[in-house]
């Protein structure tokens, strides 16, 4: 039997008790979890889950979940059928100082033998724990992918008080995007077609040079479009891009963004609320950069 269980951890920006009501309210899942969901809150009740937003994308005869353990504000249990195959889930709530923190602990009965399943489960609660975030934060910047969708792709837009020159240097010029992307190390050659942000990180002990790698389009001052390897370094993974699209509105800037080329929704997993950082701070670096310039 190969693998058969996940486990991560998300912090959060809010309390324990908004924080058990987010994952334990029938009204409330919907807003962030599920596009359908019925709660009755004792051991052996159902919590029920299903829609296009829930992995698998399951019918509503098809969400038999039941909660199995109960420890109220704390920890909850249940069982959930993925993808044909039996698991128990248990999310716990842990209050560490000021800090609130969701922990998921996911079993199969087997394994789910279907292609990268491990990162599969584990980007679908990567999305799940981001989209959490984003609802007890106010909301803003949901992303809630379609699980039946078979293209699925990030979309997101920014104005941008800085002119359109001062918003592609921000892309182009190697010292700007070490401001946004917290490296020190970007190198970019325009003529070889080269681009890196320089990461450098481990993954389960092996060493992965994270970013993209090439430029596949070049307009300037309008648009910019990478490669994207696998974040994991899985070589396997191909054909991801990332893509800047800008254009002037009045003096500002229209910064339309897509990360496109997944092959399957979950491996959206918590991008869109690291490329929503990511915008920001570009937009930060191109104010600033416009101001000295």
């Not at 100082?97 to 990567?126: C, H, M, N, Y």
Request: aromatic letters at 10%.
């Amino acid at each position: 039997m190969s693998w058969t269980q996940t486990t991560t951890s998300w912090p959060l920006p809010a309390k324990a008790d908004a924080v058990w009501h987010a994952i334990t309210d029938g009204a409330a899942l919907p807003a962030w979890f599920a596009e359908h969901a019925q709660v009755a809150l004792t051991v052996g009740g159902a919590y029920r889950f299903w829609g296009k937003y829930t992995l698998g994308a399951p019918t509503a005869a098809e969400a038999t979940q039941r909660i199995t353990e109960l420890v109220p504000g704390e920890r909850l249990g249940f069982t959930w059928t993925v993808m044909g195959v039996e698991s128990t889930v248990v999310l716990r709530v842990v209050v560490a100082g000021d800090t609130t923190k969701i922990a998921v602990e996911q079993t199969f009965a087997r394994d789910l033998r279907a292609p990268r399943q491990q990162s599969l489960v584990d980007d679908f609660w990567r999305l799940s724990f981001g989209n959490l975030t984003t609802h007890l934060s106010g909301g803003s910047g949901l992303m809630r992918p379609d699980f039946t969708d078979t293209a699925p792709a990030i979309k997101l837009s920014v104005v941008i008080n800085a002119p359109r020159e001062s918003v592609f240097r921000a892309l182009m010029d190697p010292a700007l995007v070490n401001q946004w992307t917290g490296s020190t190390r970007a190198v970019i050659d325009a003529t070889a077609g080269t681009y890196s942000y320089g990461w450098e990180y481990e993954v389960e002990g092996k060493k992965v040079k994270g970013g993209p790698t090439r430029i596949l389009e070049l307009v300037p001052n309008e648009r910019l479009v990478l490669d994207w390897p696998d974040w994991r370094g899985d070589e396997t993974v191909t054909g991801q891009t990332i893509a800047f699209t800008l254009s002037s509105e009045g003096a500002a800037t229209r910064v339309d963004f897509v990360h496109a080329g997944f092959t399957r929704a979950a491996d959206i997993s918590d991008y869109p609320f690291g490329w929503g950082h990511f915008l920001a701070e570009i937009g930060r670096v191109s104010r600033e950069s416009a101001v000295r310039a």
